[in-house]
């Protein structure tokens, strides 16, 4: 398969009727300058098509955010996190775990922080221009992980593709947003190559995009720390959309 079809119905399949299905990489308008749809809109649409929990990943502040970067450090972070804010107050209400996370860009190269709360974010604005390596180790001792997502996808918007995988702790097989099939295949022979832990993301922007990845996790995460051991040990959870 060449081409990864645009008319295609993606809808999530659950592996099990007890699993914990999780999507790991979307995004809202509320942060996300292409975001089409609104935390709350988003997390109805994901409760309607089968999800028990989200991570709210909109492109953080280096890359493709709508939020006011004239502002000071502290005011745009606590913008950017209004998102999940106002996400995780939608799905108490309804019923959809909602966790943080964050697409953390260097220059055109992305990954899915998890682990990091607003406070952490404040106390670090050093993140926007230290080198990437520094960044992903600075995650890692801090206790959280990092998701190097779409590694292979090719775009005009992308510069260069580059590679960590003694830095990252997993890294996404398969993202629907990638418009062939090959960025996938590429991804999941790279974690393979270097043992990595894998994981997919639906990266979807809008309340009728395309949905059916993530996680099935074999237990209900009572805290992202849960999510992230089960991510760093490989173990305890299902790739969906494989």
Known sequence: MNSISE?????LQRPATDCFCLELHMHTS?????????PEEMVQAYLQAGYDGILITDHFLNGNTCVDLSQPWEKQIDDYCLAYEKAKAEGDRIGLSVFFGFEFNYDTTEFVTIGMDKAWLKAHPEIMWIPVEEYLKLVRKDGGINIHV?????????????????LVDAVEVLNLGNKKQEFNDKAMEYAKKHGLPMTSGSDCHSPRGKMGAGIAMQKRPESI?????????GKGYTVLGL
């Open 225 to 233: 720390q849960d999510i992230i051991d089960c991510i760093r040990s």
């Open 7 to 11: 008319d295609r119905v993606y809808r």
């Open 30 to 38: 509320q942060s996300s300058a292409c975001g089409m749809g609104t």
């Open 150 to 166: 779409h590694p292979f996808r090719e775009e005009k918007y992308i510069h260069t593709q580059r590679f960590y995988p003694d």
